[in-house]
Structure formats: C-alpha cells, structure tokens
C-alpha cells in the first residue's frame, strides 16, 4: 500500500469536524443550561382517588394526594436501570427549577447532579445566590421528581426530557403502596410542600400529560 501524506491542515480540519459532531451528539443527549424567566410557582390541590398497578410482580396502589401542575425549567435528568419497584415505576427522575432559579440559571452554575434518587446542587460562593434568595431560594424554587407515567404516550414524553426543555407536567402528587403475594412490601410517599429539604423531600408524580412548552 502506498504511503498517503495528509496535510497538518485537512488533520485539523477533519479533528475541528469530529469536535462538532460530538458537542453535538452531547447537547442532543444531555441539552443545555437555558434559563426561562417568569415561570409561576407549581399549583397544587387537594385530591382523592388513585389507580392501580402490576410491575414486577407487586400490585401498586397509586393514592392521589393532590392535583398537581408544575411548569418548569428542566435542569438535570437522570435514568434508572435497577430491578428495584421504584425503577420500574419511575425509571427516570426529573430536576425542575421555576421561579427565580430558572430566571438565573444560566447567570449562576448550580452545578446540577442527580444519583440514588436524589438530586444535588452547589456553587462557588454563598455570594452567587443572593440573587434567588440564598440557599433557601434555591430549595423553595427547585425539586426532584420521581414521575410514573400513567399511559404509552406520557412515559415516551419523558424519555424525551432534556436539561433545557421548557415543560408543563400535570397529574397527582402520590403515595404508593404495593404488595407481593408473598408479603413483601413497598412504600413511596411524595412530598407535598416546597418548602422541605431532605430525605421525603421529592415528589412522586403520577403523570397524566406533559407539554413542550416554547
């Protein structure tokens, strides 16, 4: 075979293509940091009712707790692969951030991360988030979210979720309750406040739509 002499320029040109190609691969997996001004607080009313399941051999009861709206800015995804309940339920939670968060996300890098169901934030300095109201701010204006689909068309909507998509999610904010023949149990319980930090803190949504808003 004959020796082929590529030019130090078509290298850096073929490596600048392979850049693009890859930071676009990467903002279609993961999204980008946006930030959306104006996004109300979530709206939440008292409710009753709730649906069954069958996943992984337990029957699921889904109690309906609140009606449950939240429009939102999405700021980190993460998916679940386990064989646990909780990964067939909800095999992909949802970071959202509305209010002030969402309006200075891209001002200020929270630095987003999500794992074992929950989600986590830091900066730099107390200083970056005075803008939103300090430490509290952030909590009271972001959650996570363990969302349980409640048809076909919403559970692929989810899969569909970006860090940077602009989203209405509606359905009931739920406690779970599931059962085994053989007597083994399960228990989910959302929170239903904004206001609570910790382990309970997320919210278990029982999704009934989802919306791709501009």
């Known amino acids: 075979m004959k020796n082929v002499y590529i030019s130090p320029k078509i ?5 600048a293509a392979v ?10 997996n993961n ?24 996943k992984r051999g337990y029957h ?6 609140y009606s449950y709206k939240i429009e939102a800015l999405v700021v980190h995804t993460h998916n679940y692969y386990g064989l646990s309940l909780g990964d067939a339920l909800a095999p992909k939670d949802v970071a959202l951030a509305w209010g002030n968060v969402a309006r200075y996300n891209t001002q200020i890098d929270f630095h987003w991360a999500q794992s074992g169901r929950w989600y986590r934030w830091h900066t730099k300095t107390y200083e970056e988030i005075a803008p939103v109201g300090g430490e509290d701010g ?13 048809d076909s068309n919403v559970k692929s ?19 779970i309750y599931a059962t085994k023949p053989n007597g083994t149990t399960f228990t989910w319980s959302s929170s239903t406040t904004r206001e609570d930090t910790g382990d309970g803190s997320c919210e278990v949504i ?9």
């Not at 699921?60 to 707790?65: G, I, L, Q």
């Not at 952030?138 to 409640?150: E, G």
């Not at 569909?160 to 359905?171: A, E, L, P, Y």
């Open 157 to 175: 909507a989810i899969r569909k979720m970006r860090r940077g998509d602009h989203v209405r999610i509606t359905g009931y904010l739920s406690n």
């Open 138 to 150: 952030v909590n009271r204006c972001s959650s996570n979210n363990h969302l349980i689909a409640a």
């Open 60 to 65: 699921v009861a889904v109690n309906y707790k």
């Open 31 to 54: 999204g980008s940091r946006e930030c959306v001004s104006n996004i109300p607080e979530p709206v939440q009313e008292e409710a009753d009712g709730g649906t069954f399941l069958d």
């Open 11 to 15: 290298k850096l040109s073929v490596f």
């Open 206 to 214: 029982y999704v009934t739509k989802v919306e791709f808003l501009d």
């Open 19 to 28: 850049i693009v190609i890859l930071t676009a691969i990467m903002i279609y």
